[in-house]
């Protein structure tokens, strides 16, 4: 059982591990390592190259199946390490400590995430009329013919973006004010898409998700069309899981 | 939960589960981290995080062109329906070559399960268009380099768990 390379999922407490019916990657079956209270969930992998992009659906499949009876911190995708006793010799022991007290933390609590996008149409006409000097440059470009225009065609762009980025600014802050105090924790992500206003990612308490969701309906009802409000959960704690862990080999440097 | 997004004033009383395009990036970006010394690498799993990337991008813009396209009054030229009009967007330079690859691991990301089918109303543009460029990409495919290869294998395994 302990043969060959193993891929890790997440790390949860022991008590908490229960069998996993969703398949792994390559579709193995899942199973947990244990060490001192904590448990790692993996699936052995054979040869090298897991070049499937099925993987990553895999990967997060067994997340959000356990998820939804455990708190496990989500490993990031494409860990494989040497084999099971390596996952207790250099994951779990080492920073069983770390681990521990992060499940501790997290426990009972879920990642919401809210993202928020514009329509660009609606944004592009607001920065017009609230942004004089943009308008102007905009009416001065239409006279032009398209190459001459070139540069001031740069120039403008660069003007609409930096007005779109304050403005992303402000929308982030206000969503920030209605729901941080309703939460134990926020993160501003990476925006993904060009019409993107914000990506905030909150911890939630299991049972307060009603009353953060009623913040999340009145937030939308307060931004109107302006932004559209995507909101997801429950999700593992992926962006609250950020640590680095090291091997016992490597605590000197 | 389709019922939920239906609704658009009642959507947002709850949080909406997962699709796979909603946490891709976090999937991908956030978690534990293991020290790069005890990790095994793997060849592949760095590709594999770039293509699922661009099959994000990808979606991403389809979502646009339906969007926009919804906007617009198609009665008066019905022939022009959204298909054709993500054939003729897609085909053109660059974007045809890599646009296989795209389907085919957009179709292992998101395809061939129905929890999303249902929920992500947003996939039937892809999904529309998908037989013609794979079969445009199959015979294109073996010309070009290495990253091409591993893009026909995901179909090959797409297809054997398809048959399983």
Known sequence: ?253 | MAIAQATPRGYLERPRPSGLADVIDVILDKGLVIDAYIRVSLIGIEILTIDARIVIASVDTYLRFAEAVGRLDLREDESQGLPELMESVTSGGSKSKTQGALEGVKETLFGGDEEEEEEEEKEKAPSRSRSRSRSRSSSSGSSSSGSSSKRSSSSRSRSRKGSS
């Not at chain 1, 925006?191 to 998700?209: G, K, M, T, Y």
């Not at chain 1, 913040?215 to 559209?228: D, M, N, P, S």
């Open chain 1, 1 to 253: 059982m302990s043969e060959g390379s193993v891929y890790v999922y997440g790390v949860l407490k022991a008590q908490a591990a229960k069998s996993v019916s969703s398949s792994g990657v390559a579709s193995a079956p899942v199973r947990d390592v244990q060490h001192d209270g904590l448990a790692a969930l993996v699936s052995t992998v054979e040869g090298g190259a897991l070049a499937a992009a099925r993987e990553v659906r895999a990967h997060w499949k067994v997340l959000e199946e356990t998820s939804a009876s455990a708190t496990v911190l989500p490993v990031r995708f494409g860990t494989v390490l040497e084999s099971e006793d390596a996952v207790r010799s250099t994951l779990l022991e080492p920073n069983a400590e770390r681990l521990s007290s992060l499940l501790d933390e997290l426990d009972g609590r879920v990642q919401l995430t809210v993202k928020g996008g514009y329509d660009e149409e609606l944004l592009l006409r607001a920065v017009m009329r609230e942004a004089p000097a943009i308008a102007a440059m905009n009416d001065d470009l239409r006279r032009l013919p398209q190459d001459a225009g070139y540069y001031g065609r740069i120039r403008l762009g660069e003007a609409v973006a930096a007005e779109v980025d304050r403005r992303r600014e402000q929308d982030t802050g206000l969503a920030l004010d209605r729901l941080a105090p309703l939460a134990a924790g926020s993160r501003s992500e990476a925006l993904s898409a060009a019409d993107a206003a914000f990506n905030l990612a909150f911890l939630v308490e299991r049972d307060r998700i009603d009353g953060f969701s009623k913040a999340v309906a009145e937030l939308a009802r307060e931004f109107g069309e302006r932004v559209t409000i995507r909101y997801v959960g429950p999700l593992p704690p992926y962006s609250f899981a950020e640590m680095e862990l090291t091997g016992p080999g490597a605590k000197w440097d």
